[in-house]
């Protein structure tokens, strides 16, 4: 293409890892971007898999130590794909090594890990993006300029929930998600970090919260061959999960907003069920994941016998990325939230611009997390 | 009350019969009209059943032979709630007697009959209306009033099904609704006629059309005892089905406007899903019996990045009829489409008004159900 | 009809005495129950408003003093429908009285009102019911029995909504709904005690809460005339207001379930958004008042690849009330709730059964209510 | 990756174009095939635009002259994406040149060159494929199973629409697909078949249509300069309409099942509405294209109080093609049936199998849309 190639190093080839494959390859193709992507490195410590995945995704190489991803001078941006236990220490070096980072959220499995990475992208003046592609369906992208025109009035309540089943059955098995050691967190960092995210994203900062984390199922199989995207096989011995089966919590915003946020993986029939709905003094909306190319819209300003919710296919190009892809009403999907979310990036990041989200957008998630796991040891509402 | 009483007689105390009893019933506590209806008489064959019935719904005396009925001095309303092949003649008696005359639908059993009763009605210089009641749901009548006023812009399309499951069972029994010599048909003048009045209401008149009848199941277990509003028990003996199962057509409308309509009793899930989609150039509306409360629209002249299909709740002040029942967003159901038709019927019959619909609405129905069964035997297109 | 005739009189007569004198009208009509209901007394403060009233609704006498109809030998239960601030002088002196008492909820302004009805009811003997309505629609009965038969298996989660608009307007006058000296609270009472109500029907007794109660808009004009329903004109003086705008909570059920309880009446588009979903671990339900003759139900029994949330219309013989209705598919409405309700009572009554729910139910949703306040000032979680 | 590489040329460069490009790049990232799939050459007339197009699409190479592509001996497979009037010229040539082909749909603009396109590729033993791709959404491979399983039992009723309103506004101008010399037809052959081919493909043969092809705006600005992925500018020149703006007919299967179509894009507000219902003895299903990941079925054989149609989510391992993409209630959009198309064609042509669906599958569907056509002329029913 003649253009600036940016060559790319993603440490991690699992689900996440397949997603942001996907994203880098595809990135080229529907947007016209100022540079051209390049998948130079798939980074993972099992040689033989990330082998076949390299193959698999389209990279042009492969690595087992992320320390030489980071090392490799030809590398221009390095993604943390990996379980929470490690990006700290990857980010950080990769920051130092004077690297792009691109991070999967949340970005620490702690706030003080949080905080330790965006010191050092910061300190190292280095661009950085974080993982929150939600924001970047169209629809979201819709919702966010609906509220910034005002057409939404003041903004009295944020509603939210991210429901999920996959470890229901008390005999799904230990793997690495609900082991804090590795994970930090359960549900909480996984996906109520998602809602959290759609909350500063689309109101602004919270001022404090109330809360509570709930573990029904204490003892699990633990886990043997990962057999699934995010399961693995059972064995006969138990072992004990530290981490989360639900979270929620109560929050008022700087704004004077109220906010609601629910997050489980105990909610049968519920695959992806990321919701939520905002009120305000001229009208709400509502989106759901797993109708992702459209969005509710009620507005106080129709005549009054017409008023009502109305479902906006998001697919038109008018609205956000969507003229990027397909006609009106052929719709897409997950995958090209990242694909957006990368589009932003790389344009941004050659424009000298900052990335949103970025790490700071990262670190106050994660304070949030942190203010939400407070609330529930103590009891009692905690100021941010 | 201190108004004018007005006393109506009812011929017919079955499913339909509890229908408008009911709505006899209700009508002056829900609407403030300039009469005072009076549950006078039901009639019907069967003398135990008829008492139980009127004592159940309010009547306040009974009466076995319909003839006096029509011939009471006292009784100025005859409602028609019989099986088909009685209405002709009760409502050209009555009309003959100087009574009004309330029908229900499709008035006749054949075109003929509906010509004949609608020319004792004219003749007689009586009051007359056809119980086509789901006109006069309040998302109907939101309906109509975004057609009159030009939002909906020039109507292209008219879809219409209506379709039930209550016979697509092959034991369900041969009841008289099967019958053709006591129905007149099936789904056709059941149901079909309801979206055919849809149609008219809405678009004006039809005219061509080009439809096929169909019986799936053509012979089914004699009924035995009636055991629910619809059913009967099944016998051992068989007999033949005389009417449709299901009936199907294409129109072209005066204004040059293209309709389907379908109806069935054979769409297993579907229990009373009567639905309809009109297009016009600025806009489209859908309504769905099922949730009769709710009106979608979708509106060309919305901003480009908010149009959708919205779904109007008609359960305001400022929609029909909406305001004589329960603030917004407290639901009415299927029975006061009756109290909405008859509120409407009793204040323009005081007025000296053309009730609507009426008898010309029934025997236009008619006409139109009459050609499609002709297009059926001839496969070919019937100008009206 | 030859039964034992049971003689009411209703203290109150706007939305909710309209609500309640439609189902003392309707409920022998559609229910072969065991007595009589005949509508003996209306009371109200205003004569001729009340007199109107009388006639509208279809109440024999009138009556401006409540403890008149409290001392009538001829009345056999006294609904009390007032404002919240007279709900317990008049049940109490009505138990006294030896009347069978059935009030609307919240029975009282205060925990200690409450607990003082119920036990003037318990030491009188009398029979005694709330109206928690919402308990009597056919999709919360068939909800009630999927719990209970066990096909939900073990309940996790309950989640419930209950979002209005109709105050969101700022220049919304200053109702009495809007004042804790008469309304006792403001969507707390009113609304989020159904959503409790639900809760304690549907998964059992809460065993400790953390909530929040928010007033958004502080000052209001004062009312003028009543203009509507709920509605009133607006003056030129303002006033201050004193309940809240909306009230959230989060719950912990002794049965280990978790609650999310959140009532607004800021949602702009949410008429009368009753929402709730359970989830077990064998299945999930979805209710939404909006749409009450639908039950969402998503079975993990179900075959692997045909699981998904069904929208069941309880409209059939097979669910609970539906039977004495319409056929299936023709939807019954708000008003149905209240004549199931009254069935039961009556049916209950006369067997000398406990009433579900009563007063024992009132009380206990009070306990719940006043938790939730204490925990809003204290700003931590409550015990029951 | 060491597997045999299957070279394509690709002609035409449009919307298609973008489409089946997609497909190639991707459809090995998602599928384990046993070919690697090569973008070869990508050909239009247009130098400057298509070689633009190839490297945003990622062709190797590109070409003017479509016989160059055809005879170029490294290239595997013709894929046939021009407007219809060339389709058979072009397919011909490529079957006779040893080429496996695919070939948009519908395969030609007349019946007649259907079948010679037919005969050629049998002739010539190449392997040939049609993309009718929305059979290869997962949700309608679904409902392939359900009803092959015998889980919808006897099917009585198909009904399926498909509307659009892109060419709503009769200022939109007279682009290619509205002239009957390019495009072939206007709503019939380019979205009625669709909808043709999934009745075939769940209900299989037609034996009977009667229909009607209509055109409402019949005289359109003529076309400038291509603006948009259907769109161009409109000039000051009028030109004739010489194709339908909507098709609809009715239809007997050979099996006995009845049908309904109906294809428009004068739906104002319906975007990409592919909406089909299959009603059979034990069930129903319903899919509808904008919201694809879906369906809802409804079985009979479900206990009695818990019966309605759920909604599917056909995300899952379970379901066809799913486990290629993302965990449960991760959507898929709509480039995704043709990934899905291509993988399932790779992998049948090289077992040597019969790719579904095929030119059969073609002529079939265009022997159905010329009924429709000669229905619509003689005003009357015409067997196939």
Known sequence: MGKKRVNVGLIGYQF????????YRQVNHFFDLPVEVNMHTLCGRNEAA????????????????WRKVVANPEIDVIDVSTPGNLHAEIAIAAAQAGKAVFCEKPIGNTLSEAEAMLKAVQAAGVPHAVFHNYRKAPAVGLAKQLIESGRLGTI?????????????DPNFPLVWRLQKEIAGSGTHGDINAHIIDMARYLLGELDEVCGLLHTFVKQRPKAGAINDKLGAEATNEMGEVTVDDAAMFLAKFKSGALGTFEATRFAVGRKNHHRWEVNGSKGSIVFNLERMNELEYYSEEDPADVRGFRVIQATEGVHPYAGHYWPAGHIIGYEHTFINLLADAFTNMEAGK?????????YENQRVLDAVERSSDSREWVKL
């Open 16 to 23: 996440m890892g397949k997603a942001h494959s996907n994203a």
């Open 354 to 362: 900052r990335i949103e989200p970025d790490f700071v957008d990262g």
């Open 50 to 65: 990330v082998t076949a995945a390299a193959a698999q995704y389209g990279w042009a190489n492969v690595e087992t130590d």
């Open 156 to 168: 009295y309540h944020f509603r939210a929930v991210y429901l999920q089943d996959w470890i229901a």
